[in-house]
């Protein structure tokens, strides 16, 4: 499990569930991420096997970042855990507007 340690590798794991992904959009949908972070990260999964890297003969070069198919059986846990934030949340504003009625 030590190789999902990183501040951003489940969120970019999480971005990767909905389908290849190029190195901007990742980039542009984790604020606060720099480009040095996000290629060690991502370099990081590819050596783990998490994602694949794949590089297009075009001009300019276009490389996309997917899950690999060891990877896609995250997608449950993945699932799980939004529910569970999810829930979570209405649980945590029920409880703030339950004591701000008794304040």
Do not use: C, N
Request: no cysteine; aromatic share 8%.
């Amino acid at each position: 499990m030590s190789t999902l340690v990183g501040k951003w590798k489940i969120d970019i794991l999480f971005m990767l569930l909905g389908g290849p992904r190029r190195f901007g959009e990742l980039r542009r949908a984790l604020p606060g991420i720099t480009q040095h972070m996000l290629t060690a990260q991502l370099r990081s999964l590819e050596t783990d096997r998490f994602i694949t890297r794949t590089v297009y003969a075009e001009v300019p070069p276009r490389v996309e970042y997917e899950l690999a198919p060891a990877a896609q059986t995250l997608k449950p846990v993945f699932i799980s855990l939004i529910e569970w934030s999810r829930e979570w949340r209405v649980q945590l504003a029920q409880d703030a507007q339950g004591q701000s009625r008794t304040s």
